[in-house]
């Protein structure tokens, strides 16, 4: 089975300095190809995606959903794999992926790890080992087949924050979810510039009032108001 790897970006040139090599020598018989979706960056992120020889696709808007969605439309891969650039899936990902599809798992996930030692980023992280909806997270990766991606409506464009997780929702329904016990690292930043456990607070008490019912604007302007 054929992977393609889906990188939502705007002005990441140092994490995509260091991650696309990475992703280039896991390269083999799985990873068919590697898109960088771009949504209008002004730094050197499409010069360094073209020296990894990666496809550096410019999408129409800016917006994770919309980039996401152009970059899945053209990718030719059976499975696709999101990825934010800030985070670093463990050695052989794409055999591990194949392989719990193989299985019959359609989609699915790797437990997490940051950046930090703090110890409350640790513990967060160790919660994502478990498959349930308030663990997840778009820093963990999602793979999915691109069939069970169609079925389910694709990510809503509408939507600017929060939509990892609400896609997971609409994918559950059409696929067995499996999180793969390997960790993926992801960077710790926001936590860093905001506050680890402000942040944390913040993030904890949004997904408190999505599963309330609150609408995505009201979800969206309080994140704009206390998140950096």
Same mark, same amino acid.
Do not use: W
């Given at each position: 089975m054929k992977i393609?790897?889906?990188?939502?970006?705007?002005?990441?040139?140092?994490?995509?300095?260091?991650?696309?090599?990475?992703l280039s020598k896991q390269a083999g018989n799985n990873i068919h190809e590697i898109i960088v979706a771009d949504g209008g960056s002004t730094d050197n992120s499409e010069k360094?995606?073209?020296?990894?020889?990666?496809?550096f696709l410019k999408c129409k808007r800016k917006g994770r959903s919309v980039q996401m969605?152009?970059?899945?439309?053209?990718?030719?891969?059976?499975?696709?794999? @999101?990825?934010?650039?800030?985070? /670093?899936?463990?050695?052989?990902?794409?055999n591990d992926i194949v392989e719990w599809v193989q299985k019959g798992y359609e989609s699915g996930c790797f437990?997490?790890?940051?950046d930090s030692r703090h110890w409350l980023l640790r513990l967060s992280g160790w919660f994502t080992q478990f498959n349930v909806s308030w663990c997840r997270g778009g820093d963990q990766s999602l793979f999915v087949t691109k069939q069970v991606f169609e079925k389910s409506g694709k990510y809503d464009e509408k939507l600017i924050i929060y939509e990892d997780n609400e896609i997971l929702e609409?994918?559950?329904?059409?696929?067995? @979810?499996?999180?793969?016990?390997? /960790?993926?690292v992801t960077s710790a930043r926001r936590f860093n510039e905001n506050g680890t456990i402000r942040l944390y607070l913040i993030f904890m008490w949004i997904h408190t009032r999505y599963r309330l019912g609150a609408s995505h604007e009201q979800i969206f302007a309080y994140y704009k108001k206390h998140v950096k």
């Open positions: 393609s790897v889906i990188i939502p970006t705007i002005n990441e040139e140092a994490n995509l300095a260091e991650l696309l090599p990475f360094i995606s073209e020296l990894n020889k990666i496809i969605n152009e970059a899945a439309d053209l990718a030719t891969g059976e499975i696709l794999y @999101f990825l934010h650039a800030d985070s /670093r899936p463990p050695v052989n990902f794409s437990r997490m790890s940051f609409r994918i559950r329904k059409h696929s067995k @979810f499996y999180v793969i016990q390997k /960790r993926i």
